[in-house]
T-cell receptor, first 114, second 110 residues
Framework: ETGVTQSPTHLIKTRGQQVTLRCSSQSGHNTVSWYQQALGQGPQFIFQYYREEENGRGNFPPRFSGLQFPNYSSELNVNALELDDSALYLC?????????????FGPGTRLTVL | GDSVTQMEGPVTLSEEAFLTINCTYTATGYPSLFWYVQYPGEGLQLLLKATKADDKGSNKGFEATYRKETTSFHLEKGSVQVSDSAVYFCALVNDYKLSFGAGTTVTVRA
């Protein structure tokens, strides 16, 4: 069974640029959630996708957007990057809507905005 | 809204010492509760979970009991090892999202 994978591992961008992060969910999982973890803090929920539709969203501006594909993999897109977007971005997958189910995390993508 | 409050760190212990990390939560309804662990440079790994009141989650010698009356989910381990050095996050899931505490850094010295 393949776990959650993310790419790239590290990324360096400059302010104002756009970035796309990718996530492959664990085999058999149809729900993907994205989290932002700033240095020294707990992860913050960005949004969740279920069956290719956004299912819920945290307190993040519209320049954070996402997609889920028929194979349940997902992308996180961030436009007009700001310095505060520097963080570890974590993807998590689960087998159903996450009310009671467990989310399994990938290793994350470290984004640095200069 | 939902929130999780964890005992502040860092915590430094000697090998074979007893570890407790306090966690309390505020939530509507009946959330499931989790402890995740993050080793240096890695993502989050599920350590244990509990889905209803009085449930005890356990894994790798760690335990936590879902206490609805005190809205707590404290993590304990009776004898820590150097390999337990990591950041520990308490979390709850309600509706569709996980809400995390700020994390507690634990360092175990040989």
């Amino acid at each position: 069974e393949t776990g959650v994978t993310q790419s790239p591992t590290h990324l360096i961008k400059t302010r104002g640029q756009q970035v796309t992060l990718r996530c492959s969910s664990q085999s058999g999982h149809n729900t993907v959630s994205w989290y932002q973890q700033a240095l020294g803090q707990g992860p913050q929920f960005i949004f969740q996708y279920y069956r290719e539709e956004e299912n819920g969203r945290g307190n993040f501006p519209p320049r954070f957007s996402g997609l889920q594909f028929p194979n349940y993999s997902s992308e996180l897109n961030v436009n007009a990057l700001e310095l505060d977007d520097s963080a570890l971005y974590l993807c998590a997958s689960s087998s159903q809507l996450a009310r009671a189910d467990t989310q399994y995390f990938g290793p994350g993508t470290r984004l640095t905005v200069l | 809204g939902d929130s999780v409050t964890q005992m502040e760190g860092p915590v430094t212990l000697s090998e074979e010492a007893f570890l407790t990390i306090n966690c309390t939560y505020t939530a509507t309804g009946y959330p499931s509760l989790f402890w995740y662990v993050q080793y240096p440079g890695e993502g989050l790994q599920l350590l244990l979970k509990a889905t209803k009141a009085d449930d005890k989650g356990s894994n790798k010698g760690f335990e936590a009991t879902y206490r609805k009356e005190t809205t707590s989910f404290h993590l304990e381990k009776g004898s820590v090892q150097v390999s337990d050095s990591a950041v520990y996050f308490c979390a709850l899931v309600n509706d569709y999202k996980l809400s995390f505490g700020a994390g507690t850094t634990v360092t175990v010295r040989a």
